[in-house]
């Protein structure tokens, strides 16, 4: 894979469960409709190779490139570097999984990286443009920690970050609500530690209110336990809203699956539903859910483009449907 040019498009239309683009690596993908065209904006994957570990030190992304369609039957559109971690001057390393978000006449970016004491934080960058370049906040965004930002902007305007993520995400390091280097998670029969969320200030680059923590209980009312590892929450947080209900959608990272939770309110409690994507190719699963026109769709990647590599992998996308009762139809990623 060689140097990138902006606006890199591919030959061909894009398929359901193909990659979007093979000129690079990509992961992690956040999809937005904007100005009438899909824009998806995901983790760039360097083409390097390194051992696995927990701590996801395989993921040392440094930039992140915005993709757009102009459907879902058209070529996609590689719009080129759109922020590097060399111009975000509080991050040193990681940008991992980042979303956008549009308000204010505005386009946001906010993503995730370590800080010069190694402790994950997520930050906002600008732009007047969905395609970018992003201006970087002086900052990150205060009272921040963890990863995987996701923005949701309800139909009353207000917005939301979702994030969180175990394990290399340090989650489990702040559950006293400050850094705990040595800090671990809640024993397998306790509560399952939630993904975080918080409402954003109008103006989009600061909490409006502490972070809180997000609930999600089983059929009975009874919180999800850390040893529930087939619902149980691990990373990869994402908010959409259909027919009034809320959808809480997660990776469950050591089981390998997309699963998703249904509440009356974005702030939860949530009832768990079942599973959204069976286990794709590669460690990691990360995802987002889109309408586009009539139809709703599943951004998701796997590994297959690298042959199974875990820190080398490709942004696809299938539809998604629902059942009458408002439930997701499970999807298998092998699926045509």
Known sequence: MGPLERNNIMSKPVKYNEPLVT????????????????????????????TSNDNGDQYDMEDYH???????????????????????????????APDAAYKNDTYYLFFPARDHDD?????????????GPFIPEPSYIPGSFSIDPAVFIDDDN?????????????????????????????ARDEPALGPRVAELSEDMLTFQESPEEI?????????????DEERRYFEGPWMHKFNGKYYLSYSTGTTHKIVYAMSESPKGPFIFKGTILTPVIGWTTHHSIVQFRDKWYLFYHDS?????ADNKRCVKFTELEYNED?????????RA
């Open 23 to 50: 000129h690079i690596y990509t992961a992690d993908p956040s999809a937005h409709v904007f100005n009438g065209k899909i824009y998806i904006y995901p983790s760039h994957d360097l083409d390097r190779n390194h």
């Open 66 to 96: 915005v993709l757009s369609m102009e459907d879902t039957e058209s070529v996609c559109t590689d719009h080129g570097e759109a922020l590097h971690v060399k111009d975000v001057s509080w991050a040193s390393k990681q940008m991992w």
């Open 119 to 131: 402790i994950f934080r997520i930050g906002a960058a600008t732009s007047s443009s969905p395609s």
């Open 158 to 186: 207000r917005a939301y970050m979702y994030f969180g993520g175990l394990w290399g995400g340090q989650l489990e390091k702040w559950r006293t609500g400050e850094y705990v280097a040595d800090g671990q998670g809640p």
């Open 215 to 227: 609930l999600i209980l089983d059929e009975h009312g009874s919180p999800l336990t850390a040893g």
């Open 304 to 308: 297959s483009l690298s042959g199974g």
């Open 326 to 334: 408002g439930t997701i139809r499970p999807i298998s990623p092998n």
